[in-house]
């Protein structure tokens, strides 16, 4: 384990997800935002800026057995969030559906099935299908739980009316890949809505996959604090110099 960056609002740190969560104390994460793989690495093909690309990620999107990779991550989150804490998981129909049912098996309530809709999404190159536009975002919280839920804002950023439970962006744009790419970045305007609907000053905020760094961006942005933890140095270094570069960190289009 090792810390690539360190101040008194974010913490990157370079390490197996598993092997750093088990260090942190019980009940001690107000809101987990987690990205993880969807194991889609297959050795197929997919379709980027109009050109044939292989869809294979790395060897961190490849497993043998999801539902137990995603049943340890679980255990986990449920030992380190607070009782009153809440839990942000990103999927495709790929995963989403095993997540899903191992949350609910262990009891736990789903707040929200958001669904964000890529409004530029890559066409389908099979012709067999309909186009994937969406990904899936559950949040969550234990079942006893009492979420914090900023609606008033929400409402305010919305023109005065309910936040609806789709929200509608361009793919990651060029700005935010200035000092490099991932490649399962999402956009900061769907993190920073994330943070800003369920935080609040004193909160501490953990993404186990955090990549380059899109989480601890939208937290650094809001002056919430956070810790993000990744097992590839090089995207950690991508992290860190958006961190460093955060004031300038342009806010893409969400509706």
């Known amino acids: ?15 197996d997800s598993f092997d750093c969560m088990r260090r942190i104390n019980d009940k001690s994460i ?5 990205d993880p793989p969807y194991f889609l690495s297959n050795g197929g093909f997919s379709n980027s800026g109009g050109k044939r690309v292989s869809v294979d990620k790395g ?6 057995d999801p539902e137990e990779f995603y049943s340890r991550f679980l255990n986990e989150v449920d030992r380190i969030l607070k009782d009153d804490g809440t839990f ?16 609910q098996k262990m009891g736990w309530k789903i707040l929200n ?14 012709r067999r299908m309909f186009t994937h536009s969406t990904e899936t975002i559950l949040w969550v919280k234990r079942k006893h739980g009492k979420q914090l839920f900023n609606y008033d804002f ?7 009316k309910q936040m609806k439970d789709v929200w509608t962006t361009p793919t990651t744009q060029k700005m935010e890949k200035r000092f490099g790419k991932h490649p399962t970045q999402k956009p ?16 501490v905020v ?23 933890i990744d097992m590839e140095e090089d995207y950690l270094n991508i992290a860190k110099k958006r961190i460093a570069d955060y004031s300038n960190e342009r806010v893409g289009n969400i509706r």
């Open 188 to 203: 900061l305007s769907v993190l920073k809505r994330i943070i800003e609907s369920s935080t609040n000053k004193d909160s």
């Open 1 to 15: 384990m090792k810390k690539i960056f360190n101040d008194n609002i974010t913490t990157l740190v370079k390490s």
């Open 59 to 64: 060897k961190w999107d490849q497993e043998q």
């Open 206 to 228: 953990l993404d186990p996959f955090v990549g380059s760094g899109t989480t601890c961006v939208a937290c650094r942005q809001l002056g919430v604090r956070s810790i993000g």
């Open 30 to 34: 107000d809101v987990i935002v987690a």
């Open 113 to 126: 099935n958001i669904t964000w809709q890529k409004s530029n999404p890559a066409p389908n190159l099979s």
């Open 154 to 160: 929400m409402r305010e950023l919305n023109g005065g």
């Open 88 to 103: 942000w998981v990103f999927g495709s129909m790929h995963n989403i559906y095993i997540i899903g049912y191992l949350i």
